[in-house]
Each structure stands twice: as structure tokens, then as C-alpha cells.
């Protein structure tokens, strides 16, 4: 757990994260249709969780290629980062790399919410 201990507080949360919700979801004790974004739920039902899981849901089985290579990128490209952002003038490059995550969240959230309601508009 040391390896795991020297990752940048950032990086190891989201990989920490996602490789608990593939394991609790490999032995059955979360559901991947319960982590997934879901616009109505969340607007109706009030799951909340839906925003942050579905971010570090990698879907798949554990022993899959895609699984592995993207637990791997994630690990990777996210400690790189980190550890060396393109400055933006934050205090911190841990601040500037949470900020560009949370851009990067909300555009895709807000997306998904746009295309949901042309959707249902046009189809």
C-alpha cells in the first residue's frame, strides 16, 4: 500500500474509487445499472451518487483488456497530470487539475442532459 500511499491525493481517490466500485461490482455487492448516470433518476428519485460513480464505473469483467487499459490510463494520465498541469495560475496544481475535472464532469453531464431532451423532443 505504499505505492498506492505515494499517488497524488487526486489521482488515488478517482483509481481508489474505481477499483473498489469494480470489485463490489465484480462479487455482486453493487449493482452497474445503480452507478450509472441517469438523468431522471437523479432529477426525480434524488440519487445524488449517480454523478460521481458514473464517473469511476469502468464497465466490463475484471480480467477484460478494456477494464485493465483503462484503470491503467486512468492511473497514469491522472498522476501525470497532477504531478505537472499546464499552469492556469491556481495555488496548487492539484487545484488546477480538480477545476479541469470538474469542467471536463459538467460538460459531459450537461451533455448527456441536452442530447436526453432533443431525444425525447424529436423521437
Known amino acids: 500500500f505504499e505505492w498506492f500511499q505515494s499517488l497524488p491525493f487526486i489521482t488515488q481517490s478517482w483509481f481508489g474509487a474505481s477499483v473498489i466500485l469494480k470489485v463490489g461490482t465484480t462479487l455482486d455487492l453493487l449493482v452497474p445499472t445503480e452507478l450509472l448516470f441517469d438523468w431522471y433518476r437523479i432529477r426525480t428519485k434524488f440519487e445524488f451518487w449517480r454523478i460521481p460513480t458514473s464517473v469511476c464505473y469502468v464497465h466490463g469483467p475484471v480480467n477484460d483488456f478494456y477494464v485493465l487499459f483503462s484503470l491503467y490510463m486512468i492511473l497514469m494520465h ?12 491556481g495555488n496548487t496544481p492539484r487545484s488546477d487539475y480538480a477545476f479541469c ?21 424529436f423521437g
Request: overall charge negative; glycine content about 6%; cysteine-free.
Open 78 to 89: 491522472s498522476q501525470n497530470y497532477e504531478n505537472n498541469p499546464y499552469r492556469t495560475g
Open 101 to 121: 475535472l470538474l469542467i471536463l464532469i459538467s460538460l459531459m453531464m450537461g451533455s448527456y442532459v441536452f442530447i436526453e431532451e432533443y431525444k425525447t423532443f
